[in-house]
T-cell receptor, first 115, second 113 residues
Framework: DAGVIQSPRHEVTEMGQEVTLRCKPISGHDYLFWYRQTMMRGLELLIYFNNNVPIDDSGMPEDRFSAKMPNASFSTLKIQPSEPRDSAVYFC?????????????FGPGTRLLVL | GDSVTQMEGPVTLSEEAFLTINCTYTATGYPSLFWYVQYPGEGLQLLLKATKADDKGSNKGFEATYRKETTSFHLEKGSVQVSDSAVYFCALSLTSGTYKYIFGTGTRLKVLA
């Protein structure tokens, strides 16, 4: 299995621009998680989906952030407009139908720099 | 509320030294407990886990025992290697009430040759 796939791996953009991060979970996994990691705040859960439905988005920092999962094999996290404080590494993770107590499999992350 | 507390890093050890990274938790209910490891430039990956009290998780020479009485899940390794240099995260998952998967802040380990 290829594991969780994220793209792009690196993104440099200017403040005010729209940024779209992409994630392909492991086939058969029905939970998908988006995290943000910074030195200051550590690893933060932004949102998670179960069977393509958003379950908890209480970690999404503000309305500039949105996430979608149109099908079981694809999810996006969008930031519009982006700001320098959004600079971080964004991880996608997936787990199986018993995933609430199971292992999360992380992608390699997208390193975002907003200038 | 539910939380995970890890010892502050960085931890610097010489090769073959004994490692302990402390982790304690606060949870309503009966969580599963995990240790994840993050190597430079990579995502987190599971190192070991335990799903009930007194369970011992082990992998690659690392061990941790689920201690309900002390609400702890300390990570240990008898002899560390340079290749163990990474950031280690303790985590818990809870399904009673609202689902939660909570990570600690991470502990950076540096092993010197």
């Amino acid at each position: 299995d290829a594991g969780v796939i994220q793209s792009p791996r690196h993104e440099v953009t200017e403040m005010g621009q729209e940024v779209t991060l992409r994630c392909k979970p492991i086939s058969g996994h029905d939970y998908l998680f988006w995290y943000r990691q910074t030195m200051m705040r550590g690893l933060e859960l932004l949102i998670y989906f179960n069977n393509n439905v958003p379950i908890d988005d209480s970690g999404m920092p503000e309305d500039r952030f949105s996430a979608k999962m149109p099908n079981a094999s694809f999810s996006t996290l969008k930031i519009q407009p982006s700001e320098p404080r959004d600079s971080a590494v964004y991880f996608c993770a997936s787990s199986s139908r018993h995933g609430l107590r199971e292992t999360q499999y992380f992608g390699p992350g997208t390193r975002l720099l907003v200038l | 509320g539910d939380s995970v507390t890890q010892m502050e890093g960085p931890v610097t050890l010489s090769e073959e030294a004994f490692l302990t990274i402390n982790c304690t938790y606060t949870a309503t209910g009966y969580p599963s407990l995990f240790w994840y490891v993050q190597y430079p430039g990579e995502g987190l990956q599971l190192l070991l886990k335990a799903t009930k009290a007194d369970d011992k998780g082990s992998n690659k020479g690392f061990e941790a025992t689920y201690r309900k009485e002390t609400t702890s899940f300390h990570l240990e390794k008898g002899s560390v290697q340079v290749s163990d240099s990474a950031v280690y995260f303790c985590a818990l998952s809870l399904t009673s009430g609202t689902y939660k998967y909570i990570f600690g802040t991470g502990t950076r380990l540096k092993v010197l040759a």
